[in-house]
Structure formats: structure tokens, C-alpha cells
């Protein structure tokens, strides 16, 4: 069974920054992982995910402010945020997922709240 913990979250003044972090428990090296939002009101959205070699995508809204990395010695998958929007505010999850031969396996973690306001 994958654990994830997210950490990271919090509130911060447009423009500003942030980094998100998501550990892992076991080892998930061959697991793909992302990051979604949820904002009040709106389907979760896939934000940007990472492959076993380090393909990265990113949704078009975040495109060139945000970027996704994975250290698997450590089981972690980060999201640095930069130039951060009010629209960013959402509830930030974290996924772990692999295909099986009996279909797809996904883990979530908690989630942690991003507040872009002034």
C-alpha cells in the first residue's frame, strides 16, 4: 500500500512562490506522479506530472511558472510554483499511479491548501 504526504502549502502574495513536496512510503520508482488542484467549485485538474524517465507535462495555465521534478532516492516528487496567481488558489493533491495488468492503480495524498491572495 503507497502513503502520500504532502507538505509545503500555504498562503502567499501574488507573484510570490512556493515549493510543494510529496514523500512517499515504499518505494514507488516505477509509479508515474503528479500533481492535481481542486479549486472551490471546480473539477480536480491534472497540474503537471512526471514519468519514470522524467517526462514532464504541464497544463497550459501553468506552463513556464511551474515546474515538476522527482528524486526517487528519496521517494519525493516536488512542484515548484513561481509567479503564482490568484487563480492558483486550489487545494493541491498529489498522485502516484501505475499500470497493472489488471488496470490502473492510483494513490492520493491529503492534499494542502495554496492561498494566493494579498
Known amino acids: 500500500q503507497v502513503q502520500l504526504v504532502e507538505s509545503g502549502g500555504g498562503l502567499v502574495q501574488p507573484g510570490g512562490s512556493l515549493r510543494l513536496s510529496c514523500a512517499a512510503s515504499g518505494s514507488i520508482a516505477r509509479y508515474v506522479r503528479a500533481w492535481y488542484r481542486q479549486a472551490p467549485g471546480k473539477e480536480r485538474e491534472l497540474v503537471a506530472r512526471?514519468?519514470?524517465?522524467?517526462?514532464?507535462s504541464y497544463a497550459d495555465s501553468v506552463k513556464g511558472r511551474f515546474t515538476i521534478s522527482r528524486d526517487n532516492a528519496k521517494n519525493t516528487v516536488y512542484l515548484q510554483m513561481n509567479s503564482l496567481e490568484p487563480e492558483d488558489t486550489a487545494v493541491y493533491y498529489c498522485?502516484?499511479?501505475?499500470?497493472?495488468?489488471?488496470?490502473?492503480?492510483?494513490?492520493w495524498g491529503q492534499g494542502t491548501q495554496v492561498t494566493v491572495s494579498s
Open positions: 498522485n502516484a499511479n501505475v499500470l497493472t495488468i489488471t488496470g490502473r492503480n492510483d494513490y
Open positions: 512526471i514519468t519514470t524517465g522524467g517526462t514532464t
